[in-house]
């Protein structure tokens, strides 16, 4: 019940295209949404979060779209860019716990 | 400090031999996290301090491994005779949960070579 499954494990998206990530979780006690960022030599970096009282979060590029009922969460990154080239985590957590990691896609943008 | 420091960035070792890895959160961080990242593979969780509660201790993949926190502060995991499996990169992230700040401040990592 503490899983986070994340797909897909690989994704290349064409430069100026959508990239879309998708996690989907069963612990309805989770409150809180993160997604985090991790370039080769580099711990993760916090992207963006959400919280499951809104379905939606924009940051620049970045959006996680949030859908409580079927207990899944997606980020999608518009007009990507060679930089965003990365690997991307989805997590979920509530109260005190400890961060439940997806298992990570590695987004590859091609010019 | 600015960010989460971890030391050695890297640390090659003879197998058998005991390391110790370091890691220096943000000021004020109540929460103090430590995860093993295979190469290209996801984040495994290891242990986790928070405040002066019990650590969790549930991700220790055996009893070689052992983390201290001391005064709240530095952290330091020291893994004993070590294995070539123990090569990974060892990540290090602090929080300020209890201020309702649940994202974590990943270090930059100490990568393990076990020869």
């Known amino acids: 019940q503490q899983q986070v499954k994340q797909s897909p494990q690989s994704l290349i998206v064409q430069k100026g295209g959508i990239s879309i990530i998708n996690c989907a979780y069963e612990n309805t006690a989770f409150d809180y949404f993160p997604w985090y960022q991790q370039f080769p030599g580099k711990g993760p970096a916090l992207l963006i979060a959400i919280r499951p009282d809104v379905s939606e979060k924009k940051e620049g590029r970045f959006t996680i779209s949030f859908n409580k009922s079927a207990k899944q969460f997606s980020l999608h990154i518009m007009d990507s860019q060679p930089g965003d080239s990365a690997t991307y985590f989805c997590?979920?957590?509530?109260?005190?716990?400890?961060?439940?990691f997806g298992t990570g896609t590695r987004l590859t943008i091609i010019p | 400090g600015a960010g989460v420091s971890q030391s050695p960035s890297n640390k090659v070792t003879e197998k058998g031999k005991d390391v110790e890895l370091r890691c220096d959160p943000i000021?004020?961080?109540?929460?103090l996290y430590w995860y093993r990242q295979s190469l290209g593979q996801g984040l495994e969780f290891l242990i986790y301090f928070q405040g002066n509660s019990a650590p969790d201790k549930s991700g220790l993949p055996s009893d070689r491994f052992s983390a201290e926190r001391t005064g709240g502060s530095v952290s330091t995991l020291t893994i004993q005779r070590t294995q070539q499996e123990d090569s990974a990169v060892y990540l290090c992230?602090?929080?300020?949960?209890?201020?309702?700040?649940?994202?974590?401040?990943f270090g930059s990592g100490t990568r393990l070579t076990v020869v």
């Open positions: 997590a979920a957590t509530f109260g005190n716990e400890k961060l439940t």
């Open positions: 992230a602090s929080s300020r949960w209890d201020r309702g700040d649940y994202g974590y401040t």
């Open positions: 000021s004020g961080h109540t929460a």
